[in-house]
């Protein structure tokens, strides 16, 4: 870890960088690296900085109130030296081609945002931000937003309200992205305002597990089924209430994965056959139509048995 200042009331902004001074993997907006705290836990963090820099990589993490080990680490723990195991930059949100662009960010999910906007001013895209946060204390990058005065709009909520979603969605054509990071209220307030308007297209980054229940009509029943893994015939027994991923380590299979709660994709894995429970926070409602890959930490099976391309 290079440095490490505070961005806004609560926000810390790390730079990673190589001990070696090597260069660093290159990534594109939306990527976000695994980092493993001492504890053994794996947290996820967007990278924030500019893709183009291979010699730091930025990353801002928020105090969070319950924080399950990750923030308080970093603002308690981390210094200048500080060596920290992270992991290869993936990409569940990446920036798609479109003919206009309008970004949703809600407190720190202005992380996964941020590198997007020099993208979409280098491609010369029609852009708008639309940032909220619960005080204009607590938003981070506010200087380097200001750049954008003409695209980018500042909505604390203690002095503007809400952010107004309906009014960004009814932006939207048939060729706009929407791209929306923030917490939970939010996802799912811009994912019904685009649900009744049903043009564009919508992509989200969350941190946490989705909600259940509301969109996707309540929780699946709970039983046992079977997974058959192709390149070996193999038949693993599933049960109620345990995850494809833990009867898989159980009987002695090494899969790779890293969050368990279907918010990394690092554990995706392709279905040739059966019809997939999909419970993650990754795939979009056109992918889980689909049913070709599912997040094994997390969804189950509505069929009797499923055929993974293990």
Same mark, same amino acid.
């Given at each position: 870890?290079?440095?490490?200042?505070?961005?806004?009331?609560?926000?810390?902004?790390?730079?990673?960088?190589?001990?070696?001074?090597?260069?660093?993997?290159?990534?594109?907006?939306?990527?976000?690296?695994?980092? =493993?705290?001492?504890?053994?836990?794996?947290?996820?963090?967007?990278?924030?900085?500019?893709?183009?820099?291979?010699?730091?990589?930025?990353?801002?993490?928020?105090?969070?109130?319950?924080?399950?080990?990750?923030?308080?680490?970093?603002?308690?723990?981390?210094?200048?030296?500080?060596?920290?195991?992270?992991?290869?930059?993936?990409?569940?949100?990446?920036?798609?081609?479109?003919?206009?662009? =309008?970004?949703?960010?809600?407190?720190?999910?202005?992380?996964?945002?941020?590198?997007?906007?020099?993208?979409?001013?280098?491609?010369?895209?029609?852009?708008?931000?639309?940032?909220?946060?619960?005080?204009?204390?607590?938003?981070?990058?506010?200087?380097?937003?200001?750049?954008?005065?003409?695209?980018?709009?500042?909505?604390?909520?203690?002095?503007?309200?809400?952010?107004?979603?309906?009014?960004?969605?009814?932006?939207?054509?048939?060729?706009?992205?929407?791209?929306?990071?923030?917490?939970?209220?939010?996802?799912?307030?811009?994912?019904?305002?685009?649900?009744?308007?049903?043009?564009?297209?919508?992509?989200?980054?969350?941190?946490?597990?989705?909600?259940?229940?509301?969109?996707?009509?309540?929780?699946?029943?709970?039983?046992?089924?079977?997974?058959?893994?192709?390149?070996?015939?193999?038949?693993?027994?599933?049960?109620?209430?345990?995850?494809?991923?833990?009867?898989?380590?159980?009987?002695?299979?090494?899969?790779?994965?890293?969050?368990?709660?279907?918010?990394?994709?690092?554990?995706?894995?392709?279905?040739?056959?059966?019809?997939?429970?999909?419970?993650?926070?990754?795939?979009?409602?056109?992918?889980?139509?689909?049913?070709?890959?599912?997040?094994?930490?997390?969804? =189950?099976?509505?069929?009797?048995?499923?055929?993974?391309?293990?």
């Amino acid at each position: 870890m290079d440095t490490a200042t505070l961005a806004a009331e609560n926000v810390l902004v790390v730079a990673l960088v190589d001990p070696r001074g090597e260069a660093l993997e290159t990534w594109a907006p939306g990527a976000h690296v695994d980092i =493993r705290i001492p504890a053994g836990q794996i947290r996820q963090y967007s990278l924030c900085g500019d893709p183009s820099d291979t010699r730091s990589w930025r990353i801002a993490v928020l105090l969070e109130e319950k924080s399950r080990g990750g923030s308080r680490y970093f603002h308690e723990q981390v210094v200048k030296g500080s060596e920290i195991e992270v992991g290869a930059p993936r990409n569940n949100f990446p920036l798609v081609a479109g003919g206009s662009y =309008r970004l949703v960010a809600g407190g720190i999910g202005i992380t996964p945002l941020l590198p997007m906007l020099g993208e979409l001013e280098r491609r010369g895209a029609d852009w708008r931000l639309y940032y909220g946060g619960r005080a204009r204390r607590r938003m981070a990058f506010l200087p380097e937003l200001a750049r954008h005065p003409d695209r980018v709009r500042v909505l604390p909520e203690d002095t503007e309200g809400l952010l107004p979603v309906d009014d960004v969605v009814a932006e939207l054509d048939a060729d706009s992205r929407l791209y929306c990071c923030g917490p939970e209220p939010l996802l799912a307030a811009t994912e019904r305002a685009f649900a009744a308007r049903g043009v564009g297209t919508l992509h989200i980054e969350r941190f946490r597990p989705r909600q259940l229940d509301g969109l996707d009509g309540g929780e699946a029943e709970q039983r046992d089924f079977d997974v058959l893994l192709a390149s070996s015939g193999r038949r693993v027994r599933v049960r109620a209430g345990q995850s494809v991923l833990d009867a898989l380590d159980r009987a002695g299979l090494d899969v790779p994965s890293s969050c368990r709660e279907g918010t990394c994709a690092s554990c995706e894995t392709t279905v040739l056959d059966g019809e997939v429970d999909h419970r993650d926070s990754v795939l979009s409602q056109e992918e889980r139509a689909t049913g070709s890959t599912m997040m094994i930490c997390v969804s =189950r099976a509505h069929s009797e048995r499923l055929t993974l391309d293990i």
